[in-house]
């Protein structure tokens, strides 16, 4: 390999796009390459992709565009697309005057130092096998320095919810083996971290193939293990949300009070359709198990606005859900089309237009619920793991509260990164709380 080759990699989509960009980092390092933060003087260019969403898909192309001007300098460069549109549009991207070089889905990043060789030679490259053992569990993500971690426990999705891409662009679902996670969390807890998140597109569905641990399991086994660190994940699907999983995670405190549970609507003709396997009554209760034994835990969900078929009546029982539910936040999308799954099959029958006005139904109607919400934290104590300075304002300190909210406040001159610091709230808006230390 020629000496010295630099690498600036670009994140779309999902955390577990974050989480994957750190593991082919690591996979390049070990290749010989150096990783630099911006594209400017980079010999390779990457863009790990998302294709959830149609949106999603045109970003990328949009910064195709923009990147054009660096395959005209004089030095070759390459670029490749990584990830799940990679996986989906496969010889699509390559094709034409694309200035796309290699193109590799999310089970093949052991391929990309070869194929950016090839690249160099003048061959375009493509892999996208899917697998289903891959699970990189013997590579440890190249991580940047910080407090907070990802760390992937599974990989794929088998429950094909019928308007969603991830199966096809990510393969079956397969876990890691519960001690490589373990590993992974000691040695992320001796170098300084503080918070861990495990991820997955449906953690609950965990099962270690050595030990078959359920996603219970490990997270017992990590609150135990590493009792000073602060144990996040995501995401949850109501259908696998089980009694012994909630009551785990009330058993132990340093496992975050937060869930992500999307519930994509609230009408169960629609649920059916998007085939997600519960009701409305099945999801909200849980929810209500979840605040038996955890009256505090804070709860997001995603939404989908305008399925094929929705009607005013299911779009009404959707505000209806959100109004019952009270959700501290949410996710809010319109449907987009996606080739190859069961919906595609679907007419998309409600106009560009009425999508876009439920959609800002239901945003509007989440934004008064949280700010109500935060209203109701003003004068509380909570325990801020502080991150550091503010984005918009370097005198002020940003940190999250155990239920992942965002806290910003004026730190102390001896306030660590790191630190748990005890934040009194005192102002909010529907996103951010603001707060002061307390003693
Ligand atoms: N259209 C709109 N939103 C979608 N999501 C997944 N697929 C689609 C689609 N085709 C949303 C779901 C999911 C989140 C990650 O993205 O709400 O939970
Ligand atoms: Fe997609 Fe459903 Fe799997 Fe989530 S659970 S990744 S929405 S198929």
Request: with cysteine; net charge neutral.
């Given at each position: 390999m020629e000496k010295n080759l630099s690498v600036y990699i670009e994140t779309y989509g999902c955390q577990m796009n974050l989480s994957d960009t750190e593991i082919v980092s690591r996979i390049l390092k070990n290749a010989g390459y150096e990783l630099v933060e911006r594209p400017n003087s980079a010999n390779v260019i990457l863009l790990n992709t998302?294709?959830?969403?149609e949106n999603a898909e045109r970003k990328i192309r949009e910064r195709l565009s923009v990147l054009k001007k660096y395959k005209n300098n004089s030095k070759p460069v390459v670029v490749g697309i990584l990830g799940c549109m990679a996986e989906r549009q496969r010889n699509k991207i390559l094709e034409n005057n694309s200035i796309v070089d290699l193109a590799v889905g999310?089970?093949?990043?052991?391929k990309v130092p070869q194929l950016i060789q090839n690249a160099l030679l003048g061959e375009k490259g493509i892999a996208v096998r899917l697998s289903r053992v891959e699970t990189y569990d013997d590579i440890e993500p190249l991580r940047k320095e910080g407090i907070s971690a990802w760390i992937s426990i599974m990989r794929g999705c088998d429950k094909f919810c019928s308007y969603c891409v991830v199966p096809f662009t990510r393969g079956r679902e397969r876990s890691r083996k519960l001690f490589s996670i373990i590993a992974e969390v000691e040695k992320l807890q001796n170098e300084g971290f503080k918070e861990i998140t495990l991820l997955g597109q449906n953690v609950n569905s965990y099962k270690c193939p050595e030990t078959n641990s359920d996603f219970a399991d490990l997270l017992k086994e990590c609150a135990i293990r590493f009792p000073t660190i602060r144990i996040r994940f995501i995401t949850s699907h109501p259908q696998d949300m089980s009694d012994k999983l909630i009551e785990t995670i009330a058993n132990y405190d340093n496992i975050c009070k937060y869930i992500h549970l999307p519930i994509q609507s609230g009408s169960n003709r629609i649920l059916e359709l998007m085939n997600r396997n519960y009701t409305y009554e099945h999801y909200l209760g849980r929810i209500r198990k979840i605040r038996e034994l955890m009256p505090n835990c804070a709860l997001s969900t995603d939404i989908i606005a305008g399925f094929p078929t929705e009607t005013l009546e299911d779009h009404r029982l959707t505000l209806r859900a959100l109004e019952e539910i009270r959700f501290d936040g949410a996710y809010m999308f319109r449907y987009s089309p996606r080739e190859h799954?069961?919906?595609?099959?679907?007419?998309?029958?409600?106009?560009e237009k009425e999508k876009i006005r439920r959609l800002n139904e239901i945003i509007d109607l989440q934004n008064k619920i949280s700010k109500e919400i935060n209203l109701t934290e003003h004068g509380k104590i909570h325990l801020v793991l502080a991150e550091g300075p503010s984005k918009k304002d370097k005198t002020y300190w940003q940190g999250r509260t155990d239920t992942n909210k965002v806290v910003i406040f004026k730190p102390l001159k001896s306030t660590q990164v790191g630190e748990v610091v005890k934040v009194k709230i005192t102002n909010s808006t529907s996103a951010t709380l603001f707060g002061e230390l307390v003693q």
């Open positions: 998302c294709s959830v969403r999310p089970d093949e990043y052991r799954t069961k919906a595609y099959k679907l007419t998309d029958d409600v106009p």
